[in-house]
């Protein structure tokens, strides 16, 4: 389905039954409806609508801040070779610490935001990233704090 017509599935009342997903997405469908206002069967039907346009594609773990805290981050900015672009991309996403990977326009062709529980993993996870075949070269910052997150 293409971005336009994505656009035109969604309705007003879908955005707003996104934005209360966005902040619980374990809710159910009837805190959901009591929320919106709406019927357990509407909530439902929107809820079909929008999975099987493409719209939701999954649910997912969003870890607490105090979680968070104890990680320590980093950007990685990576340096591919390009005909192994593909191939690099597949197997940072194999590394579970890559929690995600941009692709950017510049110097470099990626970056990944790296999640470790200390730095000695960062440093490994670092090496593990420098050595994959197609990996040019990298440069990376330690995220010291976070100063707001939306």
């Known amino acids: 389905m293409s971005v336009s ?19 619980n997405a374990r809710a159910s469908i009837s805190d959901l409806a009591r929320q919106l206002n709406l019927s357990r069967s509407t909530v439902q039907t929107r809820l079909q609508k929008l999975e099987l346009s493409g719209v939701i594609k999954g649910y997912t773990v969003e870890y607490g801040d105090e979680y968070l805290a104890t990680l320590v981050a980093a950007h990685v900015s990576i340096k591919v070779r ?3 672009t593909a191939r690099t991309n597949i ?10 990977l941009y692709a950017i326009s510049g110097e470099y062709d990626l970056i990944a935001i790296v999640q470790a529980q200390n730095t000695e993993q960062l440093s490994h996870i670092l090496d593990d990233i420098g050595n994959l075949e197609g990996v040019e070269r990298t440069t990376s910052s330690v995220i ?5 997150k939306r």
Do not use: G, M, R, Y
């Open 82 to 84: 390009q005909k192994l």
């Open 91 to 100: 197997e940072l996403k194999q590394i579970p610490q890559v929690a995600a």
């Open 5 to 23: 017509s994505l656009k035109s599935v969604i309705t007003k009342e879908d955005e707003k039954l996104l934005a209360v997903l966005q902040h």
């Open 144 to 148: 010291l704090e976070t100063k707001f």
